[in-house]
Protein backbone atom coordinates (compact mmCIF):
# COMPACT_ATOMS: atom_id res chain seq x y z
CA UNK A 1 0.00 0.00 0.00
CA UNK A 2 1.38 3.20 -0.45
CA UNK A 3 0.94 6.60 -2.92
CA UNK A 4 3.24 5.96 -6.41
CA UNK A 5 4.63 7.80 -9.09
CA UNK A 6 4.25 6.59 -12.29
CA UNK A 7 6.31 8.28 -15.41
CA UNK A 8 6.45 7.12 -19.25
CA UNK A 9 9.13 8.00 -21.81
CA UNK A 10 9.23 7.21 -25.07
CA UNK A 11 11.93 7.27 -27.98
CA UNK A 12 10.41 7.92 -31.03
CA UNK A 13 6.58 9.33 -30.30
CA UNK A 14 5.64 12.65 -31.02
CA UNK A 15 4.25 13.45 -27.12
CA UNK A 16 3.05 12.08 -23.80
CA UNK A 17 0.41 13.60 -22.11
CA UNK A 18 0.72 13.24 -18.70
CA UNK A 19 4.54 12.41 -18.43
CA UNK A 20 4.15 11.25 -14.68
CA UNK A 21 0.99 10.56 -12.45
CA UNK A 22 0.36 9.86 -8.87
CA UNK A 23 -1.21 6.47 -8.32
CA UNK A 24 -2.55 5.37 -4.59
CA UNK A 25 -3.00 1.90 -3.68
CA UNK A 26 -4.23 0.25 -1.45
CA UNK A 27 -2.84 -3.31 -0.01
CA UNK A 28 -2.81 -5.90 -2.01
CA UNK A 29 -4.17 -4.32 -5.01
CA UNK A 30 -3.35 -3.03 -8.35
CA UNK A 31 -4.46 -0.15 -10.91
CA UNK A 32 -4.46 0.55 -14.74
CA UNK A 33 -2.90 3.98 -15.65
CA UNK A 34 -3.01 5.24 -19.32
CA UNK A 35 -0.82 7.88 -20.78
CA UNK A 36 -1.94 9.58 -24.18
CA UNK A 37 0.71 8.63 -26.54
CA UNK A 38 0.99 10.99 -30.34
CA UNK A 39 3.08 8.70 -32.43
CA UNK A 40 3.06 11.41 -34.99
CA UNK A 41 3.45 11.04 -38.85
CA UNK A 42 6.55 8.45 -39.14
CA UNK A 43 6.34 4.50 -39.06
CA UNK A 44 9.14 3.07 -37.03
CA UNK A 45 9.04 1.85 -33.26
CA UNK A 46 8.52 3.03 -30.00
CA UNK A 47 10.49 2.52 -26.92
CA UNK A 48 8.92 2.66 -24.11
CA UNK A 49 10.15 3.05 -20.78
CA UNK A 50 8.37 2.81 -17.66
CA UNK A 51 9.24 3.61 -14.25
CA UNK A 52 6.81 3.24 -11.01
CA UNK A 53 8.72 4.79 -7.56
CA UNK A 54 7.33 4.67 -3.91
CA UNK A 55 7.49 3.16 -0.68
CA UNK A 56 11.51 3.64 -0.93
CA UNK A 57 11.49 1.19 -3.93
CA UNK A 58 11.89 1.86 -7.60
CA UNK A 59 10.48 -0.90 -10.51
CA UNK A 60 11.66 -0.13 -14.06
CA UNK A 61 10.07 -1.56 -17.45
CA UNK A 62 10.74 -1.38 -21.11
CA UNK A 63 9.14 -2.51 -24.00
CA UNK A 64 9.61 -2.18 -27.59
CA UNK A 65 5.95 -0.98 -29.68
CA UNK A 66 6.08 -0.96 -33.66
CA UNK A 67 4.13 1.58 -35.46
CA UNK A 68 2.93 2.11 -38.94
CA UNK A 69 1.34 4.46 -41.15
CA UNK A 70 -2.26 3.96 -41.83
CA UNK A 71 -1.47 3.62 -45.67
CA UNK A 72 0.53 1.24 -47.55
CA UNK A 73 3.97 3.10 -48.68
CA UNK A 74 4.73 4.17 -52.35
CA UNK A 75 7.79 2.51 -53.98
CA UNK A 76 9.20 4.43 -57.05
CA UNK A 77 12.83 3.85 -58.68
CA UNK A 78 14.38 5.66 -61.40
CA UNK A 79 17.53 3.39 -62.73
CA UNK A 80 20.02 4.03 -65.96
CA UNK A 81 23.50 3.96 -67.13
CA UNK A 82 25.90 7.00 -65.49
CA UNK A 83 27.19 8.09 -69.09
CA UNK A 84 28.36 11.81 -67.92
CA UNK A 85 30.92 12.49 -64.81
CA UNK A 86 28.32 13.83 -63.19
CA UNK A 87 24.88 12.48 -62.22
CA UNK A 88 21.97 14.42 -60.47
CA UNK A 89 19.10 12.99 -58.72
CA UNK A 90 16.41 15.14 -57.28
CA UNK A 91 13.55 13.73 -55.18
CA UNK A 92 10.12 13.90 -56.64
CA UNK A 93 8.15 14.51 -53.42
CA UNK A 94 5.19 15.40 -54.61
CA UNK A 95 1.99 13.67 -52.29
CA UNK A 96 4.75 12.36 -50.07
CA UNK A 97 5.28 12.62 -45.66
CA UNK A 98 8.14 14.14 -45.84
CA UNK A 99 9.65 12.65 -42.42
CA UNK A 100 8.92 9.07 -43.91
CA UNK A 101 10.81 9.11 -46.74
CA UNK A 102 13.57 7.05 -47.42
CA UNK A 103 16.10 6.68 -50.45
CA UNK A 104 18.45 3.90 -51.66
CA UNK A 105 21.49 4.14 -54.08
CA UNK A 106 23.14 1.60 -55.84
CA UNK A 107 26.06 2.13 -58.24
CA UNK A 108 27.35 -1.07 -59.85
CA UNK A 109 29.38 -1.92 -62.68
CA UNK A 110 26.98 -4.66 -63.71
CA UNK A 111 23.68 -3.48 -66.09
CA UNK A 112 21.60 -5.66 -63.60
CA UNK A 113 21.64 -2.64 -60.92
CA UNK A 114 19.18 -1.09 -63.43
CA UNK A 115 17.15 -3.91 -61.62
CA UNK A 116 17.72 -3.74 -57.97
CA UNK A 117 14.37 -2.40 -57.22
CA UNK A 118 12.32 -4.82 -58.73
CA UNK A 119 14.90 -7.18 -57.13
CA UNK A 120 13.87 -6.00 -53.53
CA UNK A 121 10.71 -5.53 -54.28
CA UNK A 122 10.87 -9.25 -55.39
CA UNK A 123 12.34 -10.60 -51.80
CA UNK A 124 10.03 -8.56 -50.07
CA UNK A 125 6.94 -10.29 -51.42
CA UNK A 126 4.34 -10.87 -48.51
CA UNK A 127 2.60 -13.38 -49.66
CA UNK A 128 3.81 -16.98 -50.53
CA UNK A 129 1.33 -19.35 -52.82
CA UNK A 130 3.20 -21.57 -54.57
CA UNK A 131 4.42 -19.58 -57.63
CA UNK A 132 5.21 -16.39 -55.21
CA UNK A 133 7.67 -18.86 -53.54
CA UNK A 134 9.69 -19.93 -56.24
CA UNK A 135 9.64 -16.44 -58.33
CA UNK A 136 11.31 -15.41 -54.67
CA UNK A 137 13.82 -18.83 -54.13
CA UNK A 138 14.61 -18.96 -58.07
CA UNK A 139 16.89 -16.08 -59.00
CA UNK A 140 19.37 -16.85 -55.87
CA UNK A 141 20.41 -19.79 -57.41
CA UNK A 142 22.37 -17.25 -59.39
CA UNK A 143 22.31 -13.39 -58.07
CA UNK A 144 22.75 -14.80 -54.17
CA UNK A 145 26.39 -13.11 -53.61
CA UNK A 146 25.11 -9.87 -55.88
CA UNK A 147 21.60 -9.90 -54.11
CA UNK A 148 23.30 -9.56 -50.88
CA UNK A 149 25.52 -6.86 -52.08
CA UNK A 150 22.32 -4.70 -53.13
CA UNK A 151 19.73 -5.66 -50.27
CA UNK A 152 22.15 -6.43 -47.46
CA UNK A 153 19.14 -5.73 -44.80
CA UNK A 154 17.46 -8.68 -46.63
CA UNK A 155 19.81 -10.87 -44.82
CA UNK A 156 19.89 -11.53 -41.29
CA UNK A 157 22.71 -13.84 -39.71
CA UNK A 158 20.39 -15.18 -37.16
CA UNK A 159 17.88 -16.75 -39.23
CA UNK A 160 16.35 -18.38 -41.96
CA UNK A 161 17.25 -15.32 -44.48
CA UNK A 162 20.69 -15.59 -42.91
CA UNK A 163 21.94 -15.91 -46.74
CA UNK A 164 20.62 -16.83 -49.87
CA UNK A 165 21.02 -20.42 -49.56
CA UNK A 166 19.65 -20.84 -46.92
CA UNK A 167 16.48 -18.89 -48.45
CA UNK A 168 16.75 -21.05 -51.22
CA UNK A 169 16.11 -24.12 -48.59
CA UNK A 170 13.19 -22.79 -47.02
CA UNK A 171 11.76 -21.97 -50.19
CA UNK A 172 12.07 -25.36 -51.16
CA UNK A 173 10.89 -26.96 -47.78
CA UNK A 174 8.22 -24.66 -48.14
CA UNK A 175 6.71 -25.98 -51.57
CA UNK A 176 6.97 -29.67 -50.14
CA UNK A 177 3.66 -28.37 -48.19
CA UNK A 178 2.03 -27.68 -51.42
CA UNK A 179 2.85 -30.71 -53.84
CA UNK A 180 -0.37 -33.04 -53.76
CA UNK A 181 -0.73 -37.21 -54.58
CA UNK A 182 -0.69 -36.57 -57.70
CA UNK A 183 3.03 -34.95 -57.71
CA UNK A 184 1.94 -31.54 -58.58
CA UNK A 185 1.42 -28.62 -56.56
CA UNK A 186 -1.22 -26.71 -55.49
CA UNK A 187 -0.91 -22.69 -55.03
CA UNK A 188 -1.24 -23.54 -51.33
CA UNK A 189 -0.37 -25.28 -48.30
CA UNK A 190 -2.77 -28.04 -48.01
CA UNK A 191 -4.63 -27.22 -51.37
CA UNK A 192 -5.72 -30.29 -52.74
CA UNK A 193 -6.62 -28.46 -56.28
CA UNK A 194 -4.10 -28.68 -58.95
CA UNK A 195 -2.08 -25.57 -60.30
CA UNK A 196 -0.70 -27.36 -63.93
CA UNK A 197 1.58 -24.19 -64.52
CA UNK A 198 2.48 -23.60 -60.89
CA UNK A 199 3.24 -27.43 -60.55
CA UNK A 200 5.77 -27.07 -64.26
CA UNK A 201 7.37 -23.77 -62.51
CA UNK A 202 7.95 -25.83 -59.12
CA UNK A 203 9.51 -28.51 -61.17
CA UNK A 204 11.65 -26.55 -63.02
CA UNK A 205 12.77 -24.71 -60.04
CA UNK A 206 13.96 -27.98 -58.49
CA UNK A 207 15.64 -29.40 -61.28
CA UNK A 208 17.84 -26.20 -61.44
CA UNK A 209 18.53 -25.88 -57.64
CA UNK A 210 19.47 -30.20 -57.57
CA UNK A 211 21.70 -29.19 -60.68
CA UNK A 212 23.04 -26.03 -58.44
CA UNK A 213 24.29 -28.35 -55.73
CA UNK A 214 21.35 -27.87 -53.37
CA UNK A 215 19.31 -30.56 -51.39
CA UNK A 216 16.08 -31.71 -52.99
CA UNK A 217 14.62 -34.20 -51.51
CA UNK A 218 14.12 -37.27 -53.31
CA UNK A 219 10.87 -37.61 -52.89
CA UNK A 220 10.01 -34.09 -53.88
CA UNK A 221 11.97 -34.42 -56.66
CA UNK A 222 10.60 -37.64 -58.21
CA UNK A 223 7.41 -36.72 -58.02
CA UNK A 224 7.51 -33.41 -59.29
CA UNK A 225 9.45 -34.31 -62.55
CA UNK A 226 6.95 -37.53 -62.72
CA UNK A 227 3.70 -35.36 -63.07
CA UNK A 228 5.49 -33.18 -65.68
CA UNK A 229 6.56 -36.48 -67.92
CA UNK A 230 2.94 -37.44 -67.54
CA UNK A 231 1.39 -34.29 -68.12
CA UNK A 232 3.55 -33.17 -71.11
CA UNK A 233 2.27 -36.56 -73.23
CA UNK A 234 1.62 -35.70 -76.81
CA UNK A 235 -2.12 -34.76 -77.65
CA UNK A 236 -3.68 -34.64 -80.75
CA UNK A 237 -5.26 -30.51 -80.70
CA UNK A 238 -3.87 -28.02 -78.17
CA UNK A 239 -5.71 -24.42 -76.64
CA UNK A 240 -3.01 -22.38 -76.82
CA UNK A 241 -1.91 -22.20 -72.78
CA UNK A 242 -1.94 -25.87 -72.53
CA UNK A 243 0.55 -25.89 -76.10
CA UNK A 244 2.96 -23.34 -74.26
CA UNK A 245 2.59 -24.91 -71.29
CA UNK A 246 3.54 -28.62 -72.81
CA UNK A 247 6.59 -26.44 -74.06
CA UNK A 248 7.60 -25.70 -70.96
CA UNK A 249 7.77 -28.91 -69.67
CA UNK A 250 9.36 -30.33 -72.82
CA UNK A 251 12.05 -27.62 -71.75
CA UNK A 252 11.95 -28.96 -68.31
CA UNK A 253 12.45 -32.22 -68.53
CA UNK A 254 15.40 -31.99 -71.16
CA UNK A 255 17.24 -29.77 -68.19
CA UNK A 256 16.41 -32.70 -65.78
CA UNK A 257 18.36 -35.06 -67.99
CA UNK A 258 14.41 -36.96 -69.26
CA UNK A 259 13.92 -35.49 -72.20
CA UNK A 260 10.81 -36.92 -74.09
CA UNK A 261 11.96 -36.66 -77.60
CA UNK A 262 8.96 -38.31 -79.03
CA UNK A 263 6.88 -35.64 -77.62
CA UNK A 264 9.08 -32.51 -78.85
CA UNK A 265 9.36 -33.81 -82.58
CA UNK A 266 5.16 -34.36 -82.59
CA UNK A 267 5.21 -30.96 -81.24
CA UNK A 268 7.54 -29.81 -83.63
CA UNK A 269 6.69 -31.31 -86.50
CA UNK A 270 2.87 -31.24 -86.11
CA UNK A 271 1.74 -27.98 -84.28
CA UNK A 272 5.16 -25.92 -85.19
CA UNK A 273 2.74 -22.81 -86.51
CA UNK A 274 0.47 -22.91 -83.19
CA UNK A 275 3.60 -22.03 -81.22
CA UNK A 276 4.33 -18.56 -80.22
CA UNK A 277 7.73 -17.83 -79.61
CA UNK A 278 8.17 -18.20 -76.14
CA UNK A 279 7.03 -21.41 -76.91
CA UNK A 280 9.28 -22.00 -79.48
CA UNK A 281 12.31 -20.81 -78.02
CA UNK A 282 11.71 -22.86 -74.81
CA UNK A 283 11.44 -26.20 -77.25
CA UNK A 284 14.57 -25.30 -79.32
CA UNK A 285 16.27 -25.08 -75.85
CA UNK A 286 14.94 -28.54 -75.16
CA UNK A 287 16.31 -29.67 -78.26
CA UNK A 288 19.81 -27.84 -77.62
CA UNK A 289 19.93 -29.76 -74.65
CA UNK A 290 20.14 -33.03 -76.14
CA UNK A 291 22.59 -31.90 -79.06
CA UNK A 292 19.66 -31.64 -82.10
CA UNK A 293 21.08 -28.75 -83.87
CA UNK A 294 19.20 -29.44 -86.56
CA UNK A 295 15.78 -28.92 -84.73
CA UNK A 296 17.12 -26.11 -82.97
CA UNK A 297 18.12 -24.28 -86.30
CA UNK A 298 14.06 -24.95 -87.70
CA UNK A 299 12.84 -23.64 -84.30
CA UNK A 300 15.02 -20.01 -84.17
CA UNK A 301 15.20 -19.58 -87.60
CA UNK A 302 11.82 -17.74 -87.87
CA UNK A 303 11.67 -16.43 -84.24
CA UNK A 304 9.88 -13.33 -84.16
CA UNK A 305 8.99 -10.83 -81.23
CA UNK A 306 7.03 -11.97 -78.48
CA UNK A 307 3.59 -11.01 -79.15
CA UNK A 308 2.08 -8.05 -77.16
CA UNK A 309 -0.81 -9.91 -74.78
CA UNK A 310 -2.56 -8.94 -71.38
CA UNK A 311 -1.67 -9.91 -68.14
CA UNK A 312 -3.07 -13.03 -67.28
CA UNK A 313 -4.62 -13.45 -63.60
CA UNK A 314 -4.11 -17.02 -63.71
CA UNK A 315 -3.82 -19.97 -65.72
CA UNK A 316 -0.27 -19.51 -67.50
CA UNK A 317 0.11 -16.25 -65.96
CA UNK A 318 0.64 -14.52 -69.38
CA UNK A 319 2.35 -11.30 -69.85
CA UNK A 320 4.84 -9.17 -72.39
CA UNK A 321 6.96 -9.03 -70.07
CA UNK A 322 7.36 -12.52 -68.65
CA UNK A 323 6.96 -13.96 -72.23
CA UNK A 324 9.95 -11.81 -73.12
CA UNK A 325 12.22 -13.26 -70.46
CA UNK A 326 11.03 -16.56 -71.17
CA UNK A 327 12.95 -16.62 -74.85
CA UNK A 328 15.73 -14.31 -73.26
CA UNK A 329 16.36 -17.87 -70.57
CA UNK A 330 15.57 -20.49 -73.67
CA UNK A 331 18.39 -18.26 -75.87
CA UNK A 332 20.96 -18.04 -73.43
CA UNK A 333 20.81 -22.23 -73.02
CA UNK A 334 19.72 -22.64 -76.75
CA UNK A 335 21.78 -20.00 -78.54
CA UNK A 336 23.91 -18.23 -76.51
CA UNK A 337 25.56 -16.32 -79.20
CA UNK A 338 22.23 -14.99 -80.58
CA UNK A 339 22.06 -11.24 -81.48
CA UNK A 340 18.57 -11.24 -79.86
CA UNK A 341 19.88 -11.69 -76.46
CA UNK A 342 20.90 -7.74 -75.99
CA UNK A 343 18.18 -6.87 -77.54
CA UNK A 344 16.09 -8.74 -75.20
CA UNK A 345 18.10 -7.47 -72.23
CA UNK A 346 17.60 -3.80 -73.20
CA UNK A 347 13.93 -4.25 -73.43
CA UNK A 348 13.54 -5.49 -70.25
CA UNK A 349 15.68 -2.51 -68.79
CA UNK A 350 12.90 -0.50 -70.75
CA UNK A 351 9.99 -2.54 -69.13
CA UNK A 352 11.93 -1.97 -65.68
CA UNK A 353 11.56 2.31 -66.47
CA UNK A 354 8.22 1.93 -67.91
CA UNK A 355 6.18 -0.33 -66.02
CA UNK A 356 6.62 0.40 -62.42
CA UNK A 357 5.43 -2.72 -60.53
CA UNK A 358 5.96 -5.74 -61.96
CA UNK A 359 4.72 -9.29 -61.27
CA UNK A 360 6.16 -12.16 -59.03
CA UNK A 361 6.19 -14.11 -62.18
CA UNK A 362 7.37 -11.61 -64.45
CA UNK A 363 10.76 -10.69 -61.73
CA UNK A 364 10.66 -14.25 -61.26
CA UNK A 365 11.70 -15.18 -64.67
CA UNK A 366 13.53 -12.00 -65.41
CA UNK A 367 15.69 -12.29 -62.45
CA UNK A 368 16.48 -16.00 -63.56
CA UNK A 369 17.66 -15.07 -66.86
CA UNK A 370 19.48 -12.08 -66.25
CA UNK A 371 21.20 -14.08 -63.77
CA UNK A 372 22.85 -16.16 -66.06
CA UNK A 373 23.32 -13.13 -68.40
CA UNK A 374 25.26 -11.15 -66.37
CA UNK A 375 27.22 -13.97 -65.30
CA UNK A 376 28.71 -14.27 -68.79
CA UNK A 377 29.43 -10.89 -68.97
CA UNK A 378 32.98 -9.10 -69.20
CA UNK A 379 34.29 -6.87 -66.45
CA UNK A 380 33.93 -3.17 -66.92
CA UNK A 381 36.92 -0.54 -67.25
CA UNK A 382 37.51 0.53 -62.97
CA UNK A 383 35.86 3.10 -61.85
CA UNK A 384 35.46 5.45 -58.14
CA UNK A 385 33.75 8.32 -57.45
CA UNK A 386 31.46 10.12 -54.81
CA UNK A 387 28.06 10.45 -53.32
CA UNK A 388 26.94 13.60 -52.06
CA UNK A 389 23.42 14.43 -50.82
CA UNK A 390 23.35 18.20 -51.29
CA UNK A 391 26.12 19.18 -49.73
CA UNK A 392 27.16 16.65 -47.79
CA UNK A 393 29.09 13.98 -48.34
CA UNK A 394 27.45 10.67 -48.20
CA UNK A 395 30.23 8.42 -49.21
CA UNK A 396 32.86 6.71 -51.76
CA UNK A 397 32.65 4.20 -53.73
CA UNK A 398 35.06 2.25 -56.65
CA UNK A 399 33.81 -0.60 -59.60
CA UNK A 400 32.12 -2.79 -56.93
CA UNK A 401 28.81 -2.90 -56.36
CA UNK A 402 27.95 -0.88 -53.70
CA UNK A 403 24.91 0.57 -52.00
CA UNK A 404 23.91 3.85 -49.67
CA UNK A 405 20.94 2.65 -48.09
CA UNK A 406 18.18 4.39 -45.40
CA UNK A 407 19.01 7.89 -47.31
CA UNK A 408 16.86 10.42 -44.95
CA UNK A 409 16.68 14.15 -46.53
CA UNK A 410 15.15 16.00 -49.51
CA UNK A 411 18.13 17.50 -50.72
CA UNK A 412 18.92 16.35 -54.13
CA UNK A 413 21.51 13.04 -54.98
CA UNK A 414 24.16 13.70 -56.50
CA UNK A 415 26.62 11.03 -58.05
CA UNK A 416 30.43 12.40 -58.61
CA UNK A 417 32.53 10.34 -60.88
CA UNK A 418 36.58 10.75 -60.39
CA UNK A 419 38.69 11.93 -63.19
CA UNK A 420 39.46 9.51 -66.39
CA UNK A 421 35.69 8.05 -65.75
CA UNK A 422 34.67 6.17 -69.11
CA UNK A 423 31.02 6.86 -69.96
CA UNK A 424 29.08 3.26 -69.45
CA UNK A 425 31.01 1.59 -67.30
CA UNK A 426 28.59 2.30 -64.19
CA UNK A 427 25.47 1.80 -63.51
CA UNK A 428 22.66 3.38 -60.89
CA UNK A 429 19.26 2.90 -59.20
CA UNK A 430 17.72 5.11 -56.74
CA UNK A 431 14.60 3.73 -55.16
CA UNK A 432 12.54 6.22 -53.26
CA UNK A 433 9.84 5.12 -50.31
CA UNK A 434 7.22 6.80 -48.51
CA UNK A 435 3.71 7.00 -46.94
CA UNK A 436 1.41 9.10 -49.36
CA UNK A 437 0.28 12.32 -47.56
CA UNK A 438 -3.55 12.97 -46.31
CA UNK A 439 -4.06 14.88 -49.28
CA UNK A 440 -2.58 12.80 -51.91
CA UNK A 441 -4.68 9.60 -50.86
CA UNK A 442 -7.61 8.65 -53.07
CA UNK A 443 -9.88 5.70 -53.23
CA UNK A 444 -9.36 3.67 -56.29
CA UNK A 445 -11.68 1.03 -58.05
CA UNK A 446 -9.75 0.25 -61.35
CA UNK A 447 -11.80 -3.14 -62.26
CA UNK A 448 -12.26 -4.02 -58.56
CA UNK A 449 -14.67 -2.60 -56.18
CA UNK A 450 -14.45 -2.85 -52.31
CA UNK A 451 -17.08 -1.73 -49.24
CA UNK A 452 -16.51 -2.27 -45.47
CA UNK A 453 -18.95 -1.29 -42.90
CA UNK A 454 -19.09 -1.90 -38.87
CA UNK A 455 -21.23 -3.62 -37.21
CA UNK A 456 -21.92 -4.89 -33.85
CA UNK A 457 -22.37 -8.54 -32.74
CA UNK A 458 -26.43 -8.08 -33.61
CA UNK A 459 -25.39 -7.21 -37.60
CA UNK A 460 -26.47 -3.37 -36.47
CA UNK A 461 -24.22 -0.79 -37.72
CA UNK A 462 -21.39 0.63 -35.19
CA UNK A 463 -20.83 4.14 -34.56
CA UNK A 464 -16.63 3.77 -34.37
CA UNK A 465 -16.24 7.23 -32.37
CA UNK A 466 -17.77 5.51 -29.55
CA UNK A 467 -16.29 1.85 -29.50
CA UNK A 468 -16.08 0.13 -25.71
CA UNK A 469 -12.87 -1.27 -24.46
CA UNK A 470 -13.82 -5.19 -24.82
CA UNK A 471 -16.33 -4.87 -27.43
CA UNK A 472 -16.61 -7.23 -30.35
CA UNK A 473 -16.36 -5.40 -33.87
CA UNK A 474 -17.55 -7.33 -36.95
CA UNK A 475 -16.28 -5.74 -40.40
CA UNK A 476 -18.25 -6.38 -43.87
CA UNK A 477 -16.73 -6.64 -46.44
CA UNK A 478 -17.71 -6.82 -49.66
CA UNK A 479 -15.55 -6.94 -53.34
CA UNK A 480 -16.40 -6.99 -56.77
CA UNK A 481 -14.90 -7.34 -60.53
CA UNK A 482 -16.24 -5.56 -62.92
CA UNK A 483 -13.60 -6.58 -65.23
CA UNK A 484 -14.55 -9.83 -66.02
CA UNK A 485 -13.57 -13.52 -63.58
CA UNK A 486 -10.27 -12.34 -61.96
CA UNK A 487 -8.30 -15.39 -60.75
CA UNK A 488 -5.42 -15.06 -57.55
CA UNK A 489 -6.99 -11.57 -56.16
CA UNK A 490 -5.72 -10.42 -52.63
CA UNK A 491 -7.73 -8.99 -50.36
CA UNK A 492 -5.79 -6.87 -47.32
CA UNK A 493 -7.77 -5.53 -44.25
CA UNK A 494 -4.51 -3.62 -42.23
CA UNK A 495 -5.75 -3.52 -39.06
CA UNK A 496 -4.86 -0.25 -36.22
CA UNK A 497 -2.86 -1.15 -33.13
CA UNK A 498 -6.37 -1.28 -30.71
CA UNK A 499 -7.60 -4.19 -32.27
CA UNK A 500 -7.00 -7.33 -32.26
CA UNK A 501 -8.33 -10.24 -34.86
CA UNK A 502 -10.62 -13.42 -33.61
CA UNK A 503 -9.22 -16.34 -34.91
CA UNK A 504 -12.04 -17.89 -36.69
CA UNK A 505 -10.71 -21.53 -36.38
CA UNK A 506 -11.22 -21.42 -32.17
CA UNK A 507 -13.85 -22.75 -30.72
CA UNK A 508 -14.40 -19.85 -28.39
CA UNK A 509 -14.56 -17.54 -31.55
CA UNK A 510 -18.40 -15.74 -32.03
CA UNK A 511 -20.44 -17.27 -34.81
CA UNK A 512 -22.81 -14.83 -36.82
CA UNK A 513 -25.92 -16.52 -37.12
CA UNK A 514 -27.36 -13.76 -38.81
CA UNK A 515 -24.74 -13.50 -41.45
CA UNK A 516 -26.58 -15.23 -44.15
CA UNK A 517 -24.92 -13.61 -47.10
CA UNK A 518 -21.59 -14.60 -46.47
CA UNK A 519 -20.55 -16.20 -49.87
CA UNK A 520 -17.12 -15.11 -49.88
CA UNK A 521 -14.54 -18.54 -50.67
CA UNK A 522 -10.93 -17.74 -49.69
CA UNK A 523 -8.72 -20.21 -51.19
CA UNK A 524 -6.25 -19.21 -48.36
CA UNK A 525 -6.09 -17.22 -45.61
CA UNK A 526 -2.97 -15.12 -43.36
CA UNK A 527 -4.15 -13.56 -40.00
CA UNK A 528 -1.24 -11.80 -38.58
CA UNK A 529 -0.84 -9.47 -35.67
CA UNK A 530 -1.44 -6.37 -37.89
CA UNK A 531 -3.70 -7.66 -40.97
CA UNK A 532 -5.69 -9.99 -42.40
CA UNK A 533 -5.41 -11.48 -45.89
CA UNK A 534 -8.04 -13.49 -47.94
CA UNK A 535 -6.93 -15.11 -51.02
CA UNK A 536 -9.18 -15.90 -53.45
CA UNK A 537 -11.25 -15.60 -57.23
CA UNK A 538 -13.65 -13.63 -58.02
CA UNK A 539 -16.47 -14.36 -60.72
CA UNK A 540 -17.56 -10.98 -62.79
CA UNK A 541 -19.93 -8.30 -61.60
CA UNK A 542 -20.95 -10.70 -58.15
CA UNK A 543 -20.53 -8.69 -54.41
CA UNK A 544 -18.60 -11.78 -52.54
CA UNK A 545 -19.33 -11.02 -48.62
CA UNK A 546 -17.02 -11.74 -46.16
CA UNK A 547 -17.64 -11.02 -42.02
CA UNK A 548 -14.17 -10.18 -40.02
CA UNK A 549 -14.43 -10.19 -36.41
CA UNK A 550 -12.19 -7.97 -34.07
CA UNK A 551 -12.06 -7.08 -30.77
CA UNK A 552 -11.06 -3.35 -29.42
CA UNK A 553 -8.20 -4.38 -26.61
CA UNK A 554 -6.22 -0.64 -26.55
CA UNK A 555 -8.01 2.36 -25.56
CA UNK A 556 -7.02 5.54 -27.66
CA UNK A 557 -7.96 7.54 -31.15
CA UNK A 558 -6.70 5.26 -33.61
CA UNK A 559 -6.77 5.65 -37.40
CA UNK A 560 -8.69 2.75 -39.79
CA UNK A 561 -6.33 2.02 -43.02
CA UNK A 562 -8.56 1.39 -46.13
CA UNK A 563 -9.57 -2.12 -47.39
CA UNK A 564 -8.02 -2.89 -50.47
CA UNK A 565 -7.76 -5.98 -53.19
CA UNK A 566 -5.61 -6.47 -55.92
CA UNK A 567 -4.93 -8.75 -58.83
CA UNK A 568 -1.73 -10.62 -57.66
CA UNK A 569 -0.71 -11.11 -61.44
CA UNK A 570 -2.05 -7.88 -63.14
CA UNK A 571 -1.66 -4.72 -60.43
CA UNK A 572 -3.79 -2.73 -62.35
CA UNK A 573 -6.42 -4.50 -61.17
CA UNK A 574 -7.05 -3.15 -58.10
CA UNK A 575 -9.77 -1.16 -55.71
CA UNK A 576 -8.66 0.51 -52.07
CA UNK A 577 -11.66 1.93 -50.35
CA UNK A 578 -12.24 4.52 -47.47
CA UNK A 579 -10.25 5.44 -44.87
CA UNK A 580 -11.80 5.91 -40.84
CA UNK A 581 -11.06 6.61 -37.36
CA UNK A 582 -12.39 5.11 -34.42
CA UNK A 583 -11.96 6.05 -30.80
CA UNK A 584 -11.43 2.83 -28.45
CA UNK A 585 -12.68 4.02 -24.64
CA UNK A 586 -11.88 2.63 -21.51
CA UNK A 587 -14.24 0.45 -19.82
CA UNK A 588 -14.92 1.75 -16.56
Not at 297 to 310: H, I, N, P, R, Y
Not at 417 to 431: H, L, N, P, R, T
Request: a neutral charge; glycine letters at 8%.
Amino acid sequence: AGNFRVALAAAGAKSIEPASQQVQLANASESTVYFAVDTGGKDGEVRFVATATGNGETSRSTANVPVRADLFPITTEKAGMVDKDEIKLPLDDDGLRADTVRRKLRISPLPLVQFSGKLGELLRYPYGCAEQTVSTAFPLLYLGDLAKELEPELFDAKSERGDPAAMVQAGIRRLASMQIWSGGFSLWPGGQELSPWASVYVAHFLVEARRAGHPVEDFLYDHAVEWVRGDAKAKPNYGHDEIQRTAYELYVLARAGKADLGTMDFLRDKHAKSLRPESKAMLAAAYASVGNRDALGFLLSALGDVETVDRQSGGNFNSTIRNRAIVLLALLEAQPQSPKITTLVDRLARDAREVNVWNTQESGFAFVALGQFFQRQKSAPPYSGTVWLGNKRLGAFDNRTTAFIDIQGDEPLRIQMADGYKAGAAFYSVSTRAIPTDKGFRPAAEGLEIERTALDRDGKTLDLSHVKQGDLIVFKTRVRSVSGPIQNVALVSLLPSGLEIENPRLETTEQLPWATDANFRAASQDLRDDRVLFFTDLPANTWQTIYTLVRAVAPGKFRLPPPQAEAMYNPAIRAVGGRGEIVVEPRK
